[in-house]
């Protein structure tokens, strides 16, 4: 059986330190950052390395791959995509924005299935209110949770129709945060009649999606003392009131929103409800805390994170892929009219 986790690594390619901690870990899946990245036969190569260590051609290899700031695989290899907010920009016409959000995102699908990808840690859901942590700033579809809608279900679309699973995040919302989760914990105090007018409906919307990830932040109208990562009552939230019934990962374990060992972290997160514990950094003495606390994928979360599988696409939506970059780079700059002619070619991604 395989444990209820998601574990990065420290490089280019496996150590034999991490070759034998995986195997006798079996997490369910792995992560990749910029610092496992160098070119595509690399990546290919580790991506194979790390299914082999569990001994599993399906399992999952995760990446944030959003564009802008947030994207690990760019150049000189891969194309620079555009923040989200590009899009609703780049577009008058909401048709027209939508139409290239799916593009975006079914490009990238190309790019991450090329060298073994299979998850997509996007796309981002947060709805940023006046004065928040510019955190997610750009990362935001836009500025309501109406404009943000379409584009982000037509990116977690286009991620879908390549093969790539999306991971709608951060749940229930990071719009609200004034500070960085990476470094400190954010509180929000907003009652929950504006949480539940602002932030809550752009995750009830795309509660269709297979995979969500927690976001590290503190809502006193769902649970004054615990972030939602660790809090039963925020669970579930997601679970009755956003109707998410896909699979759960926290946000990654190491950030410093969260207190305690990595194991108590882990362990809290899985007791609150969560389905799969999520350490990115790469710290081996870390991960085997982590691995301590967590143990196997069991019961509803196995078969949460068996049908998120199984929505993985085997065949994926036909593409010529040089017709559709020049189309989606002229899309952007305003010199096309999405109306002409379809996306897709006779190759094949």
Known sequence: M?????????????????RAFFRDA???????FRRNVDGPDQVRAL???????????????LVDQEGGRVQRLGPPHWPKYPPAEAYR????????ARDLARLGGRLMAHDLRAVGITVDCAPVLDAPVPGAHDIIGDRAFADSPAGLIPLARAQAEGLMAGGVLPVIKHMPGHGRAFADSHKALPVVETPLADLEAWDFPPFRALSDM??????????????????????????????????????????????QALSGSLAERAAAALKAGCDIALH?????????????????????SKARAEAALARIVREVEPLDVDH???????????KLDARRGPDVGEAQA
């Open 2 to 18: 395989r444990s209820a986790a998601v574990y990065g690594c420290s490089g280019h390619r496996l150590t034999a330190d991490e």
């Open 26 to 32: 079996r997490p369910w899946g792995f992560i990749l």
């Open 47 to 61: 991506t194979e390395a790390l299914r082999e260590t569990v001994d599993d051609a399906d399992a999952p290899i």
């Open 89 to 96: 920009k780049a577009a008058s016409d909401p048709l027209v």
């Open 210 to 255: 297979p995979m969500a990830m927690t976001a590290h932040v503190v809502f006193t109208a769902v649970d004054r003392k615990r972030p939602a990562t660790v809090s039963r009552k925020a669970v579930r939230l997601m679970r009755e009131r956003l109707r998410f019934g896909g699979l759960i990962l926290t946000d990654d374990l190491s950030m």
């Open 280 to 300: 990115c950094n790469g710290d081996l003495a870390e991960m085997q805390q982590v691995a301590g606390a967590v143990g196997r994928l069991k019961g509803a």
């Open 324 to 334: 559709a970059r020049a189309r989606f780079e002229a899309l952007l700059a305003g």
